[in-house]
């Protein structure tokens, strides 16, 4: 794939994944392990294996939940050129990193609404409003917004009557990484 080859894979041979499971006293081994791998939708369509260890072996070795993974496609743009794109995730701990993801959600969700946005929001090519803006970013948008606030106001549509005023100030995301402590 890195090298731009576009092999036919079926989706089993897309993902894998990998369970460690830690067996209640009497259960059966193989009826767990049939149980997980024909899971429909999640484990049954690809290739699964299932790892049976000690309690004490799962919080030695297994705590953090590292998870990680690649995402490659290969296309070709015009004859004889070939562009690859390739994505790859590697955390040290699946847990924490989704609840970073979920907590930087719902601060964004917070900010949009502080500024009057609504509604649902798709994610587009990444976290956008979820990450910290740098200054000069957050400088470009607030002239962008103070330009499109100005045709609003040239329209007429920006009266005090018809513009809900905030109930408390507007933090930008530079302001609000600012004030978080430093992590160790």
């Known amino acids: 794939m890195r090298a731009g080859e576009r092999p036919e894979l079926s989706t089993r041979e897309k993902h894998t994944r990998e369970c460690f499971v830690v067996l209640e006293d ?4 193989e009826a767990v392990r049939h149980e997980i791998v024909t899971m429909p939708h999640y484990f049954e369509p690809f ?3 299932v790892t049976f260890l000690s309690a004490d072996e799962l919080a030695r070795d297994h ?3 590292p998870h990680g993974g690649f995402v490659i496609r290969s296309a070709e743009s015009s004859p004889g050129t070939t562009q690859t794109i390739e994505y790859r995730l590697q955390e040290d701990s699946n847990p924490e990193f989704t609840a970073s993801v979920v907590v930087a959600y719902a601060r964004a969700a917070a900010r949009m609404a502080a500024d009057g946005q609504h509604g649902a929001n798709p994610l587009r090519c990444g976290p956008g409003p979820a990450l910290p803006e740098v200054p000069r970013a957050a400088a470009r948008r607030a002239a962008v917004n103070g330009r499109a ?3 609003r106001d040239e329209r007429g549509a920006s009266t005090p009557a018809a513009r809900p005023a905030r109930s408390r100030p507007h933090r930008t995301w530079v302001e609000a990484a600012r004030r978080r402590p430093p992590r160790d």
């Open 149 to 151: 606030q100005r045709a």
């Open 47 to 49: 290739e699964t294996t």
């Open 63 to 65: 705590q953090n939940m």
């Open 26 to 29: 009497g259960a059966d081994a």
